[in-house]
Nanobody, 125 residues
């Protein structure tokens, strides 16, 4: 499966962005799909994700209230809505997917088999 992340850009603090992750080659059916981010010099950080078949979404505790996960089932696309953006949200945002991810491992990057190329989000103060 190939993943294409898009929607990043340069915004000011307090503004919003919506990122998209589209799959090609196969559907997300049976997969978990996750968003991660990585800032320069830092480790890859879990943002949130979804169990595609059931539609259950989850967001990292530190981002709840500002970030939400949604999907377009028919378009095989996952979204990350980011509101009230802060300079510390600046990072390269990736989507990833896999079929053998148990719930306790959704935040672990090595659990995922396929990764998109990333989309840059830059938040200015």
């Amino acid at each position: 499966v190939q993943l294409q992340a898009s929607g990043g850009g340069l915004v000011q603090a307090g503004e919003s962005l919506r990122l998209s992750c589209a799959a090609s080659g196969r559907t997300f059916s049976g997969h978990r799909v996750g968003w991660f981010r990585q800032a320069p010099g830092k480790e890859r950080e879990f943002v949130g994700g979804i169990r595609w078949s059931g539609g259950n979404t989850y967001v990292a505790d530190s981002l709840k209230g500002r970030f939400t996960i949604s999907r377009d089932f028919n378009a095989n696309t996952l979204y990350l809505q980011m509101n009230s953006l802060k300079p510390e949200d600046t990072a390269l945002y990736y989507c990833a997917t896999g079929t053998r991810i148990i719930s306790s491992q959704v935040a672990v990057p090595s659990s995922y088999d396929y990764w998109g190329q990333g989309t840059q989000v830059t938040v200015s103060s």
